[in-house]
């Protein structure tokens, strides 16, 4: 908490305020339920949850009217997934939390929005699933591939703009159609 207090002072003492706050949390490690420990569920969680609630709501005070929250979900949040339910209840969780808080927010002017992200190859994802397996997920999504992360960060650059500015309280796929079809 520390470390976000200071960040936050120094985005205030630099720059004023926050018209765009991206909480991208996320990691994950496969355990079927059996399999489940203590320690695998309180490192998730805490890093995929309560590290992005605590994250936005220090950042609320730095927060402008017109300003965008967008939050990192994953389309393991809406489908089941073998082995990964604990990482895919904290995106399940996040998605909510955005639902929430837009009510929360209401009259502020600021906006959140979930970003789900499918199968896109970065390295984080490379580590927990291995290139095999992200190009054997990649083969299952109706576009028949793995996307990149560009494709991801042109989603973020919209929910960032003005061009999304009646859009609060949703979610957007970018998963080649993995749960979507």
Request: aromatic share 6%.
């Amino acid at each position: 908490m520390a470390d976000l207090d200071r960040l936050y002072e120094t985005v205030k003492a630099e720059r004023g305020g926050l018209d765009i706050l991206l909480a991208n949390a996320g990691t994950g490690s496969f355990a079927p339920l059996g399999e489940i420990t203590t320690d695998h569920y309180d490192q998730i969680f805490d890093l995929n949850v309560k590290g992005l609630v605590f994250t936005v709501q220090k950042a609320l005070p730095l927060m402008k009217e017109g300003a965008s929250i967008i939050l990192t979900g994953s389309s393991t949040g809406v489908m089941g997934t073998p082995a990964f339910s604990i990482y895919s209840a904290t995106k399940a969780a996040v998605r909510n939390l955005a639902r929430s808080w837009a009510l929360d927010l209401r009259g502020t002017g600021i906006r959140v929005n979930v970003l789900s992200p499918g199968p896109i190859k970065t390295e984080l994802a490379l580590e927990v699933v291995g290139e095999e397996g992200m190009d054997a997920l990649g083969a299952t999504t109706a576009l028949g591939r793995m996307g990149d992360p560009a494709e991801t960060g042109a989603v973020a650059a919209f929910l960032a703009s003005s061009d999304s500015s009646f859009m609060t309280g949703g979610e957007v796929f970018v998963d080649g159609g993995l749960a979507q079809v």
